[in-house]
T-cell receptor, first 111, second 116 residues
Framework: DQQVKQNSPSLSVQEGRISILNCDYTNSMFDYFLWYKKYPAEGPTFLISISSIKDKNEDGRFTVFLNKSAKHLSLHIVPSQPGDSAVYFCAASEKNTPLVFGKGTRLSVIA | GAGVSQTPSNKVTEKGKYVELRCDPISGHTALYWYRQSLGQGPEFLIYFQGTGAADDSGLPNDRFFAVRPEGSVSTLKIQRTERGDSAVYLC??????????????FGPGTRLTVL
């Protein structure tokens, strides 16, 4: 059973608009959440993270929101740029355990 | 500065053969992880090392899979009697210190294994 779910396999957004990528989790013991970005033929690259004691973390154009009661997090990218086109993975962990990844969402930013 | 490197980048083998995949972590990183990513899936945990010892190997699918990290740096993932279902991208990641804190994992580019 998937503990981390990304229900949208793909998303297309116009350049300059907001991209919103969603992630749901089932394990209430998860206390750290991350987003990774992956280009073809490269390994995942860390993008942004959030601890369960926060509900928002912002880094430049990227903001992650965490709703613990709904077991839901989202990544907002604004404004979206063509270089943001990649696969985005949501991941979660409990302290001292390896990361559990979702299946990823492929974002296409159209110029 | 060097990131995580993995060799080979691609490996094609025949069913039943033995393969070794190598990972060079970032210098000074004590924690090392192996993940496997099948088509259309996210990375799935296989094993992680803290130093030389395997701290958690619960993700290894069966006893055909084995990994070592004898000197606490380079790691080798070994797969015996390969099967077509082993075809995937094998990812290695390292981080500074696993125990008791959250540390960003840095991933290598992966080794794409194809079993014919």
């Amino acid at each position: 059973d998937q503990q981390v779910k990304q229900n949208s396999p793909s998303l297309s957004v116009q350049e300059g608009r907001i991209s919103i990528l969603n992630c749901d989790y089932t394990n209430s013991m998860f206390d750290y959440f991350l987003w990774y970005k992956k280009y073809p033929a490269e390994g995942p690259t860390f993008l942004i993270s959030i601890s369960s004691i926060k509900d928002k973390n912002e880094d430049g154009r990227f903001t992650v929101f965490l709703n613990k009661s709904a077991k839901h997090l989202s990544l907002h990218i604004v404004p979206s740029q063509p270089g943001d086109s990649a696969v985005y993975f949501c991941a979660a962990s409990e302290k001292n355990t390896p990361l559990v990844f979702g299946k990823g969402t492929r974002l296409s930013v159209i110029a | 500065g060097a990131g995580v490197s993995q060799t080979p980048s691609n490996k094609v083998t025949e069913k039943g053969k033995y393969v070794e995949l190598r990972c060079d972590p970032i210098s000074g990183h004590t924690a090392l992880y192996w993940y496997r990513q099948s088509l259309g899936q996210g990375p799935e945990f296989l094993i992680y090392f803290q130093g030389t010892g395997a701290a958690d190997d619960s993700g290894l699918p069966n006893d055909r899979f084995f990994a070592v990290r004898p000197e606490g740096s380079v790691s080798t993932l070994k797969i015996q009697r390969t099967e077509r279902g082993d075809s995937a991208v094998y990812l290695c990641a390292s981080s500074l210190n696993f125990a008791g804190s959250y540390n960003e994992q840095f991933f290598g580019p992966g080794t794409r294994l194809t079993v014919l």
